[in-house]
């Protein structure tokens, strides 16, 4: 008997090798699992991003506007605002509260008058925290 | 013969795994756009599309309208172009995480307020800056949303061939 559980607990070994693989094979097809997600999507990782607008007083975005994003104890981000008064920050990282993330905005002949922080209407991490940062001529 | 009864099994139960995948993947083979039996999905047309729908072509037949000084049919096509934009912005009001109604306002409010003082005006040079105003405010906005690739121009033809643009006296 002996010389015949060798053959069989090996073909054992094997059957079990693939039905494993093809279940594996199988049930990700089954779970759509071909990978349809962005390949740049790390936002789980990053936390929310902040986006937003720099207005004036009339309500006309600024273009080349200086933007600063600060999370405390942590320094910041420094941007400029583009053709359409907007600007845009990646996620500091999830450890970082958002509430401990100031906005602050500049252009030479301004002072800033007011930042004012949306609510944020989702908590979908994909959706940035928006901030508008109003400015004043000087 | 235990040792065989259970190969035996184990055999069948491969087999079946196989036939099951092969028929997933016959179903998935008979089109890749879709099963032919399945209830109509309703028509969602999201960004891109929505863009080629009904801005693109406004934007170009408005300006080729301005451009013949044909007044009623710019002031027809600009009202289009205007409606195009509140109904992207209610279709997809946010865009990769952007809140659209808000780009779309940066970006076309006032070229649109001067385009309609223009075309009740009648006015070809007003309109000009204007239309060249609004077309920069497309692609500052496409900018914004990390497709500046997507040039949009003045156009310099007429891609209607059916469609006259002259004023008819």
């Known amino acids: 008997m002996s010389w015949m559980s060798s053959p069989i607990r090996h073909f054992g070994r094997v059957a079990g090798a693939v039905l494993a693989i093809t279940c594996a094979v199988s049930l990700a097809a089954w779970a759509g699992g071909a ?11 990053e936390g929310p991003s902040y986006f937003g607008f720099v207005r004036d007083t009339s309500g006309a975005t600024v273009p080349d506007a200086k933007v600063t994003v600060g999370a405390k104890n ?6 400029r605002t583009d053709l359409l008064g907007t600007y845009k920050v990646p996620g500091f990282g999830k450890e970082v509260d958002p509430k401990d993330v100031e906005v602050s905005c500049d252009k030479p002949g301004y002072k800033q008058l007011r930042v004012v922080r949306r609510s944020s209407p989702s ?5 940035p925290i928006e901030t508008e940062c109003t400015l004043q001529r000087i | 013969m235990r040792g065989a009864v259970i190969a035996g099994m184990v055999g069948a139960v491969i087999m079946a795994s196989l036939m099951v995948a092969g028929v997933s993947d016959r179903t998935a083979a008979q089109s890749p756009f879709g099963d032919p039996n399945a209830e109509p999905a309703p028509f969602n047309p999201q960004m891109a599309a929505l863009m080629s729908m009904l801005i693109q072509p406004r934007h170009t037949k408005l300006g080729l309208a301005g451009n013949a000084e044909n007044w009623p049919l710019a002031g027809y096509m600009l009202k289009e ?3 195009g934009f509140a109904v992207v912005s209610k279709a997809v009001p946010r865009w990769k995480g952007l809140p659209v109604p ?6 076309v409010s006032q070229p649109l307020t001067l385009l309609d003082y223009a075309v009740k005006l009648k006015y070809r040079r007003q309109f000009d800056e204007a239309y060249e105003s609004l077309t920069k405010g497309c ?4 900018a914004t949303t990390d497709h500046a690739f997507v040039v949009i121009k003045v156009p310099d033809a007429s891609p209607f061939p059916d469609q006259e643009f002259a004023p008819q006296r």
Not at chain 1, 74 to 79: P, Y
Not at chain 1, 123 to 127: Q, T, V
């Open chain 2, 81 to 83: 172009l205007k409606q």
């Open chain 2, 139 to 142: 692609n500052a906005c496409h």
């Open chain 1, 35 to 45: 990978g349809f997600g962005d390949d740049d999507d790390n936002s789980e990782e």
């Open chain 2, 102 to 107: 808000d780009l779309v306002d940066a970006a």
């Open chain 1, 123 to 127: 908590s979908d991490p994909k959706i």
């Open chain 1, 74 to 79: 942590r320094g910041g981000v420094v941007t």
